[in-house]
């Protein structure tokens, strides 16, 4: 069996071109006239010994491009089939938009479980600010504030809006005094934060100085030990005509008349003690039970709207 030593396509037996390349093959392949080897012979085709005979055992060029038909492997090496490897596919923008959505997806299902978990305790103190219901907000405070610095903070801000509503209330006449009062005990009894006790402190202020507006009768004086009724006194001495009593005006002043003694001057009201000025010199009454004492060098009057 002969090959093209071309391109190494089988030969048939005198064929002086290969059928497949075109090439001249055997003696046409040599130059014209020229003997192989100088031996007077054509040229041995591809393949062929020097006498023309078919020999394997003739060494024939190998050609890797194009391995003989009937040549198999080795059994010692073993076929190693060749598979092309493909590229990966890139990604579209269509596998893009999935992935950001489910990234924002786990995202938002993320932000539930935190805000579910973490500031579920939040939620609940505003529903029993709400309610105004402080035994439940204070079990909650207790458990899931108390202690933490952070939630702490975010729990003040809550209970300093349900205080500053409490002193709203009371400024616009929504709220008795009484009521306002037992809002901010019942607050302070688990929150112990100042603002508690200021507002408190602030609306006491100012239901004391609304109490001290009005006209004031002296009712009775004690000195040197002897209480005398003002009323009983000035019948028996005749005197019904005069007066003993003091006007607290809204705008921060006042007069007082003691049977002809007048004095006027300016208030100020701070806890339960009213200081009255005159003259750059004060007075302390003290507000006590709905009646102002005076108490000045061992006399002690007291009044009564």
């Known amino acids: 069996m002969m090959y093209c030593p071309n391109c190494g396509n089988e030969l048939k037996n005198n064929e002086n071109f290969c059928p497949a390349c075109g090439k001249p093959v055997g003696q046409e392949a040599g130059n014209p006239g020229q003997s192989w080897q100088g031996t007077g012979q054509a040229a041995p085709l591809y393949g062929q010994?020097?006498?023309?005979?078919?020999?394997?055992?003739?060494?024939?060029?190998?050609?890797?491009?194009?391995?003989?038909?009937?040549r198999q492997p080795s059994a010692d090496i073993p076929y190693m089939p060749y598979t092309k490897e493909e590229p990966p596919?890139?990604?579209?923008?269509?596998?893009?938009?999935?992935?950001?959505?489910?990234?924002?997806?786990?995202?938002?299902?993320?932000?539930?479980?935190?805000?579910?978990?973490?500031?579920?305790?939040?939620?609940?103190?505003?529903?029993?600010?709400?309610?105004?219901?402080?035994?439940?907000?204070?079990?909650?405070?207790?458990?899931?504030?108390?202690?933490?610095?952070?939630?702490?903070?975010?729990?003040?801000?809550i209970l300093r809006e349900a205080v500053d509503a409490l002193k709203e209330g009371y400024d616009s006449d929504s709220m008795e005094y009484s009521a306002v009062m037992e809002h901010l005990e019942a607050i302070g009894e688990f929150w112990d934060d100042?603002?508690?006790?200021?507002?408190?402190?602030?609306?006491?202020?100012?239901?004391?100085?609304n109490a001290v507006v009005g006209t004031w009768n002296a009712t009775e004086v004690e000195a040197m030990g002897v209480n005398v009724k003002v009323s009983e006194y000035l019948e028996q001495m005749g005197l019904s005509d005069m007066k003993?009593?003091?006007?607290?005006?809204?705008?921060?002043?006042?007069?007082?008349?003691?049977?002809?003694?007048?004095?006027?001057?300016?208030?100020?009201?701070?806890?339960?003690?009213?200081?009255?000025?005159?003259?750059?010199?004060?007075?302390?009454?003290?507000?006590?039970?709905?009646?102002?004492?005076?108490?000045?060098?061992?006399?002690?009057?007291?009044?009564?709207?």
């Open 49 to 70: 010994s020097p006498d023309g005979a078919s020999d394997r055992s003739y060494p024939v060029p190998s050609r890797p491009d194009r391995p003989y038909p009937d």
């Open 194 to 209: 100042s603002y508690v006790q200021m507002a408190a402190d602030e609306i006491r202020s100012a239901e004391g100085q």
């Open 89 to 157: 596919k890139k990604k579209g923008k269509k596998g893009l938009v999935i992935a950001l959505v489910s990234l924002a997806a786990a995202a938002v299902v993320a932000a539930a479980v935190l805000i579910l978990f973490v500031f579920n305790w939040e939620r609940k103190l505003e529903e029993h600010v709400k309610e105004r219901d402080w035994a439940e907000a204070g079990a909650l405070y207790e458990e899931k504030v108390s202690g933490n610095d952070k939630r702490e903070e975010k729990a003040g801000g």
């Open 244 to 305: 003993m009593e003091m006007v607290i005006a809204e705008d921060g002043r006042f007069s007082m008349d003691l049977m002809g003694q007048l004095a006027e001057g300016t208030w100020k009201y701070s806890g339960s003690t009213l200081t009255l000025t005159v003259d750059g010199e004060d007075a302390k009454a003290d507000h006590e039970d709905g009646r102002l004492i005076i108490e000045e060098s061992g006399v002690r009057i007291i009044f009564e709207k």
